[in-house]
């Protein structure tokens, strides 16, 4: 990769830490895309032995990218996305990997397609690792910024994506849990 392709894509790339998601923090700000994506890749990298017939670099690496394409669209969420958004945002991550050197957009425009397909172990496991995790930060954030919505989302959001593998789907049960046990305190519920 030639000096300024590496450091264009990072560019375009760093719009992930600027673009925040729909998500807040425990501190009461809002999350960035890119926090998210590093968590999701901190969680792949924290379950390989768990994993271990799975390719898990492939799996951090879908985690780290499986929203580039924010970087140009900002994030919106999932309750929120319509198929003309998705329509942008896919338009948005086949242009930013076309600045890449013909290797590089090769292997990630090749993760995409196995990412959307879902039909793959690592597929699924990236996916549901995906859900879990904006509920695990749900779980992390105040009451106060969660919507009315959100309350029965947290309780069947990712429960399909999470229920190939039964180690996952009992980590879903958990953090189910986590979320009732958080409602439970909630005044206005």
Known sequence: MEYREFLDFLERAEKLKC???HSWTSSGRRESVAEHSWRLALM??????????????????MCLIHDLGEAVTGDIPTFEKTEKDEAVESKAV??????LPERQRREMTG???????????????????DKLE????????ELSTWL??????????????CSFDSYIEGLRE???EDSRRKISFDPAS
């Open 134 to 141: 904006a509920l695990i930060q749900h779980n992390e954030a």
């Open 19 to 21: 673009n925040t998601r």
């Open 44 to 61: 792949a990298m924290l379950l390989q032995e768990k994993f271990q017939e799975l390719d898990m670099n492939k799996v951090i690496k």
């Open 148 to 161: 009315p919505l959100e309350y029965d989302l947290q309780m069947t959001y990712g429960t399909e994506e």
């Open 94 to 99: 086949e242009e930013l990997f076309g600045t």
């Open 111 to 129: 993760l995409f397609a196995e990412m959307n397909a879902l039909k793959t172990r690592e597929a699924r496991l990236y996916k549901s690792l």
């Open 174 to 176: 958990v953090v189910r």
